[in-house]
């Protein structure tokens, strides 16, 4: 045991060696702000592409969609995954070009220009406090290998106190390790990392795909056996009730999660959000050289989503015929620990390291873009705005590594609360959490988006900011959230109303956005921020 776990942990060493390495030669030289956010807009296309498909592919998704599949048994998660496809099209053609005529390094710096300063400001307030809630969120996941390790190793399941320590220092050690190379390298730091971290996620995930089918005795008929015959409805669902008639019907859509409707219109809105104003993701479409590679790194990498979303239900599918036919007494209770108890017990020697390495991959890919950008938009949002607005290059540059360290400090705060919840609260699924933080308010940022690209007199400081606090009250109503809360303690605020659907996380971002561009509309632009060649 201890000469295969020394195999393992030499694979893992070998894997932060490399990626630290390559993340402080590529990042050198960083001289400026241009340099630390865009790269110098010099980033080819394909490695751009990769960068987003990493910063897109959490460790949430390296463990919750496999939990997806092993908990619902069928492919309907799949079915976001087509929306995002065409949001991606609309986001390329709506709000690249923008974006680089502006010449901005914080996207929110367009809504000055269009706007205000007061709306730049509440929208990049937004998207500071949701990102580093939703990545802090998801950087907890990563510490579930350790957390198995440990009992794979004593050869007894940790207690609470002592899964929650295992955690908190695994979380701190991701942290700085991405943080050393993230502050130092920058945007091309984290792009090329992101490169070797895709690749790895990917290849570890395909090794995965095919040792378990062929751990299957039967493989096929044994499948099919187990689950029974795929159909239509394994991969598409409505969510329309045959037996209810009337509203009564289409609510049950609406409180369904995984439908052709939520994937075609629900995933259409998310992906607008997260991928056309959320400063995390953009930021590596703006380090391509010109408008026409940004859009074609992004359209391919949604066409990338589905059969990497595929290989992922694929393997939770795998997994629960896999232990089906071979129990096992130490299996975790919950979903999310499924796919990594198979990697600690099952894979090979060395095989296991690189599982466990593209783990950790997929952390600290989205991770380091998160603090790229976190530290890009507070830099650029509110040190040069308000803190130092003479701040020469190398004092804006100092800024924004400084920025890196106390954003990587709040991640671990956060990542540190949610792992204390997830474990308090075992049955908890991930996807819904990470998904639905960014729910309640990127749909208030994308309708002041659209507000601001449809229209050329409409929307002004006041009104957006109005319609960004009905926007989130809205979504909040229809999510069920003061409910929620208040059930933590105990009690109820307000009868739900039988005729009220309470709103699934796909559709959170639609209703926000719907709600949030009607009230802006309403207010009428100041003649200065008309956009140019309008009278």
Request: hydrophobic fraction near 50%; include cysteine.
């Amino acid at each position: 045991m201890d000469a295969r776990l020394g195999i393992d942990s030499t694979v893992l060493l070998l894997y932060f060696v490399i990626i630290i390495s390559i993340g402080l030669y590529m990042g050198r030289k960083e001289e400026d702000l241009k340099d630390f956010a865009l790269g110098g807009r010099r980033i080819p296309w394909w490695a751009v592409l990769a960068s987003i498909i990493a910063a897109e592919t959490s460790a949430g998704t390296f463990f919750g969609t496999p939990g997806e599949g092993f908990a619902l048994r069928n492919y309907t998660y799949l079915q976001l995954a087509l929306g995002t496809i065409l949001a991606r099209i609309l986001v390329s053609y709506i709000f690249i070009k923008p974006y680089y005529d502006y010449k901005v390094y914080s996207i929110y710096e367009y809504l000055t220009a269009r706007f205000g300063v007061a709306t730049k400001n509440a929208a990049s307030a937004v998207f500071m406090i949701t990102r580093l809630l939703a990545s802090g969120a998801r950087l907890y996941v990563a510490a579930i290998a350790l957390a198995l390790a440990y009992e794979m190793i004593s050869g007894r399941r940790p207690e609470q106190a002592e899964t929650l320590l295992i955690y908190i220092g695994s979380t701190i050690a991701i942290v700085i390790l991405t943080a050393i190379y993230t502050t130092l390298g920058g945007i091309k730091a984290v792009i090329w990392t992101d490169f070797i971290q895709a690749s790895i996620m990917i290849g570890s995930a395909l090794v995965a795909l095919g040792l378990l089918y062929s751990a299957i005795p039967g493989g096929w008929n044994e499948i099919v056996a187990r689950h029974g015959g795929f159909g239509i409805s394994d991969f598409l669902t409505t969510g329309l009730d045959p037996a209810k008639t009337g509203w009564e019907k289409i609510k049950g859509m609406f409180e369904t999660e995984y439908t052709i409707f939520a994937g075609l219109i629900g995933a259409t809105f998310i992906t607008m959000a997260t991928h056309g104003t959320d400063q995390d993701m953009v930021q590596r479409m703006l380090t391509a050289p010109d408008i026409r590679r940004s859009r074609r790194s992004l359209i391919l990498s949604g066409l990338a989503d589905i059969p990497i979303v595929l290989t992922f239900l694929s393997i939770g599918l795998l997994l629960w015929t896999y232990y089906q036919a071979h129990p096992d007494p130490t299996f975790p209770k919950t979903p999310n620990e499924t796919f990594c108890h198979f990697i600690l017990y099952e894979m090979p020697v060395g095989l296991r390291g690189l599982l466990i390495a593209g783990i950790f991959a997929t952390a600290m890919g989205s991770l380091s873009t998160a603090l790229n950008a976190l530290a890009t938009s507070f830099t650029r949002d509110w040190y040069e705005s308000y803190i130092n607005p003479n701040a020469t290059s190398e004092q804006s540059l100092r800024a924004v590594r400084w920025a890196t360290v106390w954003f990587a400090t709040l991640m671990i705060v956060v990542a540190s609360t949610t792992s204390y919840l997830v474990i308090v609260h075992p049955n908890v699924r991930i996807i819904p959490i990470v998904l639905g933080i960014f729910g309640y308010t990127y749909g208030s940022l994308l309708g002041v988006f659209l507000c601001g690209m449809f229209t050329k007199r409409r929307g002004n400081n006041s009104g957006n900011i109005v319609a960004m606090i009905i926007g989130f009250i809205v979504v909040a109503i229809l999510s069920g959230l003061p409910n929620s809360i208040a059930s933590i303690f105990g009690g109820q605020l307000y009868p739900q109303p039988s005729w009220l659907p309470i709103l699934v996380f796909p559709w959170w971002i639609c209703f926000g956005t719907i709600v949030t561009f009607c009230v802006a509309v309403l207010f009428k632009s100041r003649r200065e921020h008309y956009p140019p060649g309008v009278a």
